[in-house]
């Protein structure tokens, strides 16, 4: 009986080439695109699932809460945290820290071989971590043995990636690489390690792992005032026993506060809460935009599931559409194989083996176009897919699965709808095209473009806010600003040099250093409060230590008072600038800030004090999805992290290598590096941007397949009425009025669409757009243009089936009548 159906149900799909066509090539659209959008939310969600100790690995956040009710999550803790933890709880196995060199975004790597040529680069994502570590979390060694590998401060461990550009195919165990900056302090490490890279399933984005005793951070925690408090640098992780309910375990953190860090607390004036988040959830955990690695957030991925199920629904939809709207050519044949004695369940299975039929050519189709898609879906998402992931069980099973809902979706309706046909209506004619049928239909194409539209209107304001981010005033000059970073002390060191060779060209007008510039990470804050206050009204500001020429480099506008120049050498650390937030802040009138005080503890019984000599207006140090908080600025003893040179020239292809000259002449042992500060700060953008991207491209393809199935309804009412067609050109009827008659129904479903569209769209939209501290608003010309697209899209669509028909001879229509 089966084999039967498949037969029957071929004959059928032979018989109407076009509606079959255009079904098979709408749902394997549809799948297509879900099976793209699944394969990157698997990716997504399984972040550290690889994990040997997955279920009992948690990170131990915290909450700061300053004595006005201001919170902020911090993904880090004090250095002492992770011991005190493990001694004070039986509950936890193994504990270890993980520091992120937060003062370089890149660390120079050198090799030197007897006989060989020396290689040297900058490699990113070197991590510092204790020696327990890999007792902690899962990585696959190749080279080395991974419980051991870090027990000696100079050890490294490397992924396969690194090693390989180091030594080539040469096994790297026990080699020596000599490693730069703060990260090693231009020492030599002895390599006990490599690592088969997962990282693109890890929060822990790894390139090298080094010793958390070696570099600049080594030489911190050998210092011996480090408290409970403060410097909140560390990820520190836990490793539970199987089985701990992590609950309760949480449940006793507020009496390790009390015990640990309560003198600590009371000195700083403010309260800290500890929580436990899991490992395995951490890339999820949107509350913090970054821990370790960027996180992600469960609403986008919300969405792109959203959008997944609408396309592959609109593409159903077309499936449905098409099958009830040729049910009048069925009926005969329903009728007939009733008056023959089938019943109503033979007659569902074979209109269902029909619909599977069609699905599973879709699912073949739909597989092809994921191999050849993937890699350009790869460059839209920003992930790196592999066509591997296709063939693994759970995603096969996946796919297969999707076929079957898929099939069972688009075939259910017409099935039920076509089995249900009284025989005795069908032979006396009463059935053509029933009102639920029609009703339906209409209902289904008004779904198809509330979707459509509401996409259309989403791209506009996703569009719009990203154009909105590109060109609002950050308050300083971003063009034209080249960034070196300082990442050695040789660099270091040579930066006075540096800067007056390199202005010593024409093209180039300022030169100064900093610490941190717009739009990276700067970590830096401390806690101060008014004079006649106590610390527990203190509150928290971002500090920066600059040359005294930086404002003037970065064109900071001065809103009172002055800046840090040269002309007054008496300045020292203790005086600094501010922005005009941090006026608001403390309630200081902007006419009374100049010589303004603000207290901070140096220590348990010292107070220090910090003069106010002059209020930048308020910049964007943080990119647009963050309130402007406060900011201050200090003067530095040319310890900085990064040049930033002002270049008067559009035409900075002449000015580099003058700046590469001068570098290599001042430290020839390092390569020359450099950024644009305008591509640094839109780097933050980056999450938008694809998300723009992946909205974009799947609005088109949800229009493509809602047009199919416009183009299938429109040939199929203009086939239906032909005869009238006819009819009317013989009574005078013009093309245009008979084309107008064919459009009209159809374009007022888009008109309801519309309607219906525009609250959800504005309602949606609206909640995305809270997720910026300056967003655009939602205008009303976005839903006019909105619906001005889709009605001509569908006017084009219906158009071309509407003119074929109102052309057509009506002798050839009406000779059978």
């Not at 990203?466 to 308050?475: A, E, T, V, W």
């Not at 006075?496 to 990276?520: F, K, V």
């Not at 013989?730 to 479903?749: P, R």
């Not at 008109?751 to 959800?760: C, M, Q």
Request: hydrophobic fraction near 45%; aromatic fraction near 12%.
């Amino acid at each position: 009986m089966f084999k039967n159906y498949l037969k029957i149900a071929w004959r059928n799909l032979l018989s109407s080439k076009l509606f079959s066509a255009i079904n098979v090539f709408g749902l394997s659209v549809g799948m297509t695109c879900c099976m793209l959008l699944l394969l990157y939310i698997l990716s997504e969600t399984s972040f550290d699932k690889h994990q040997e100790h997955a279920d009992d690995l948690y990170l131990l956040r915290s909450e700061n809460i300053q004595s006005n009710g201001e919170k902020m999550d911090n993904p880090r803790a004090p250095a002492p945290y992770a011991q005190a933890v493990k001694a004070e709880f039986p509950e936890v196995v193994q504990v270890t820290r993980l520091w992120q060199n937060f003062l370089e975004n890149k660390t120079l790597l050198k090799t030197s071989q007897p006989g060989k040529q020396e290689r040297s680069f900058y490699e990113t994502k070197g991590i510092h971590v204790d020696s327990t570590f890999f007792d902690v979390f899962t990585y696959k060694f190749i080279e080395g043995d991974a419980q051991t590998s870090l027990n000696d401060p100079h050890s490294v461990v490397l992924s396969e990636e690194v090693a390989h550009k180091l030594f080539g195919d040469e096994p790297a165990l026990n080699k020596t690489i000599r490693i730069g900056g703060r990260s090693g302090n231009n020492e030599n490490f002895k390599v006990t390690g490599v690592y088969h890279n997962e990282a693109a399933r890890s929060h822990i984005d790894a390139n090298y792992f080094v010793s958390i005793h070696s570099g600049w951070v080594g030489d911190y925690l050998r210092q011996s005032d480090i408290d409970f408090t403060n410097n909140n640098m560390f990820y520190t992780y836990l490793r539970l026993k199987p089985g701990t309910n992590a609950e309760k375990f949480s449940a006793k953190l507020p009496s390790f506060i009390e015990k640990y860090a309560r003198k600590d607390l009371k000195i700083a004036g403010f309260e800290k809460k500890l929580f436990l988040l899991p490992v395995k959830d951490i890339h999820l955990f949107s509350l913090i935009d970054r821990i370790v690695g960027p996180t992600t957030s469960t609403t986008y991925l919300y969405v792109l599931a959203s959008i997944a199920l609408f396309t592959l629904l609109i593409a159903c939809i077309n499936f449905m559409n098409l099958a009830t709207a040729r049910s009048a050519k069925r009926a005969a044949e329903v009728g007939i194989r009733k008056v023959m004695g089938a019943g109503r369940g033979g007659l569902v299975g074979q209109f269902l083996a029909e619909s599977m039929v069609l699905t599973f050519l879709a699912l073949i189709l739909a597989i092809v176009s994921v191999a050849i898609l993937l890699p350009f879906f790869n460059q839209l998402s920003d992930k790196s897919l592999n066509i591997s992931e296709l063939f693994k069980p759970e995603i096969a099973v996946a796919f297969i699965a999707l076929a079957l809902v898929t099939g069972l979706l688009s075939g259910s309706y017409p099935a039920f709808y076509l089995s249900v046909f009284n025989p005795l209506d069908v032979i006396k004619g009463k059935f053509v095209n029933s009102v639920s049928a029609t009703t339906l239909r209409r209902g289904l194409v008004v779904f198809q473009f509330v979707i459509s539209i509401g996409l259309v209107v989403a791209t506009m304001v996703i569009q719009g806010q990203i154009k909105f981010m590109k060109d609002q005033p950050l308050g300083f000059a971003k063009d034209q600003q080249i960034v070196i970073p300082l990442r050695s002390a040789e660099a270091r060191k040579a930066y006075t040099a540096l800067r007056n060779e390199i202005l010593q060209n024409s093209q180039i007008s300022a030169a100064s250093g900093t610490s941190y510039y717009p739009g990276i990470l700067n970590p830096s804050d401390m806690s101060v409060f008014l004079p006649g206050q106590s610390v527990n009204d203190d509150g928290l500001i971002k500090t920066n230590g600059v040359a005294a020429d930086f404002m003037k480099t970065m064109d900071f506008k001065l809103a009172a008072g002055r800046m840090f120049s040269a002309d007054f050498p008496a300045d020292t650390n203790l005086k600094i600038v501010v922005n005009e937030a941090t006026l608001r802040k403390f309630g200081i009138p902007l006419e009374k800030s100049v010589g303004q005080k603000l207290n901070f503890n140096m220590n348990e019984s010292t107070i220090g004090s910090l003069e106010i000599i002059g209020v930048v207006k308020d910049f964007h140090f943080e990119d647009l999805h963050k309130v402007i908080q406060p900011y201050a600025f200090f003067l530095n003893a040319d310890n900085f992290n990064y040049m930033v040179t002002h270049v008067n020239t559009k035409d900075v292809g002449n000015v580099l290598p003058f700046m590469e000259a001068k570098w290599k002449e001042l430290v020839p042992d390092e390569p020359f590096s450099y950024s644009f500060l305008n591509d640094d700060f839109q780097s933050n953008y980056s999450a938008d941007a694809r998300t723009s991207r992946i909205v974009n491209s799947f609005t088109i393809i949800s229009i493509l397949i809602s047009c199919l199935g416009l183009f299938g309804l429109a040939a199929f009412a203009a086939q239906q009425r032909i005869k009238e067609i006819g009819v009317r050109k013989v009574l005078g009827a013009s093309v245009t009025s008979i084309v107008a008659l064919l459009s009209g129904d159809f374009m007022k479903l888009v008109i309801i669409s519309l309607v219906i569209a525009t609250p959800l769209t504005w309602y949606v939209m609206s909640k995305w757009l809270q997720d910026f501290a300056y967003s655009i608003s939602i205008e009303w010309w976005m839903f006019a243009i909105a619906g001005v697209l889709a009605i001509a899209i569908a006017l084009l669509t219906v158009s071309s089936q509407a003119i074929k028909a109102a052309l057509t001879n009506p002798v050839k229509s009406l000779k059978s009548e």
